[in-house]
C-alpha cells in the first residue's frame, strides 16, 4: 500500500468515525426529561379597572395559586392535577409528569392572596396548554396564556385609560 493509499484510508476512516459519532453526541447534549416531565410557565394580573384583560395598570399578584389539571377528552373525567404558586413577579412554574397527549390539560385558578383583587376575571380564570412531546414543540416548556383576578374597586386613572382605548376603538 502507498502513502497515498494509506491518507485515503485514514482520511476514510476519520470520515466514517465522525459520522457515526455526531449523531450520537448530539442526542446525549440534548435536554431529553427525566421521566417526560414539563413545565408549564404562566402569569397572574390583578385587573385594576375591571377591563377583563390585563392593562398598563394592572399589576402581577404573587402568591396566587394555581393548578395545572388534566382531564380524559373522551370521559372528561379528572386525571391528574399539579398545584404551584406564583412568585415577586406574579410567575408560576408548575412541573407536570408524563405525557398527557390523551388528555385536555388546563391551567386553573385557585385562589387570591389579595382580599381587594379576589374576584375571577370571566373567560381568564383558566388557560389550556399542551402538555405532550407528540406535537412538534421541541421544547419541554409550555406556556399559559395569563389568568386574573378583578380588583373590588377599579382605579381613579382607569377613567382615563378607558377613554384613550375608546379613542382607538373607533
Known amino acids: ?18 459520522a457515526c459519532y455526531l449523531p450520537i453526541n448530539v442526542s446525549a447534549a440534548r435536554n431529553v426529561p427525566a421521566q417526560n416531565k414539563f413545565i408549564v410557565e404562566g402569569k397572574v394580573f390583578c385587573d385594576s379597572c375591571q377591563f377583563g384583560y390585563e392593562t398598563p395598570l394592572s399589576t402581577y399578584l404573587a402568591g396566587a395559586k394555581v393548578r395545572v389539571e388534566c382531564r380524559d377528552k373522551a370521559t372528561g373525567a379528572k386525571t391528574c392535577h399539579f398545584d404551584g404558586v406564583t412568585d415577586h413577579t406574579g410567575t ?24 381587594q383583587c379576589a374576584k375571577l376575571v370571566a373567560g381568564r380564570e383558566r388557560a389550556v396548554v399542551f402538555l405532550t412531546h407528540n406535537n412538534g414543540i421541541a421544547s419541554d416548556k409550555r406556556f399559559a396564556n395569563a389568568m386574573g383576578f378583578e380588583k373590588d374597586t377599579p382605579l381613579p386613572k382607569c377613567a382615563e385609560l378607558k377613554k384613550l382605548y375608546e379613542q382607538y376603538d373607533d
Open 92 to 115: 408560576y412554574n408548575i412541573y407536570v409528569s408524563d405525557e398527557h397527549e390523551h388528555e385536555t390539560c388546563e391551567s386553573v385558578l385557585l385562589s387570591s392572596p389579595h382580599p
Open 1 to 18: 500500500m502507498g502513502k497515498n493509499e494509506i491518507s485515503m484510508v485514514v482520511v476514510l476512516f476519520l470520515f466514517v468515525a465522525a
